[in-house]
């Protein structure tokens, strides 16, 4: 409780979910957006069961990008992930 930052708060260092999206590509650019439903997330809020998140990615090459996501539970953005993308 000492680092409770509401909806997005996970008492565990992990959790997992499924989720389903769709993928828009233009030129460089894709655009992600996905709904998913957790499977194990030891929460404070009992009604947080779904989350969704969006973002772009940036192709770099065919096989290596460069993201960033939003995660959404309800409508309060609770954390952006950034990161590198490598397609198998």
Same mark, same amino acid.
Do not use: C
């Given at each position: 409780?000492? #680092?409770?930052?509401? @909806?997005?708060?996970? $008492?565990? !260092?992990?959790? $997992?979910?499924?989720?389903?999206?769709?993928?828009?590509?233009?030129? !460089?650019?894709?655009?992600? #957006?996905?709904?998913? !439903?957790?499977? *194990?997330?030891?929460?404070? *809020?009992?009604?947080?069961?779904? @989350?969704?998140?969006?973002?772009?990615? @940036?192709?770099? #090459?065919?096989? /290596?990008?460069?993201?960033?996501?939003?995660?959404?539970? /309800?409508?309060?953005?609770? @954390? $952006?992930?950034?990161?590198?993308?490598?397609?198998?």
């Amino acid at each position: 409780t000492q #680092t409770f930052q509401y @909806y997005a708060t996970s $008492i565990d !260092k992990w959790r $997992i979910g499924v989720s389903a999206g769709v993928d828009a590509n233009i030129w !460089k650019l894709t655009f992600t #957006t996905q709904v998913g !439903k957790y499977i *194990h997330y030891n929460r404070l *809020h009992e009604e947080v069961n779904w @989350y969704w998140l969006f973002g772009p990615t @940036y192709n770099i #090459t065919p096989r /290596f990008g460069v993201q960033a996501k939003t995660y959404m539970h /309800f409508f309060q953005a609770d @954390y $952006i992930n950034y990161g590198f993308v490598w397609r198998l």
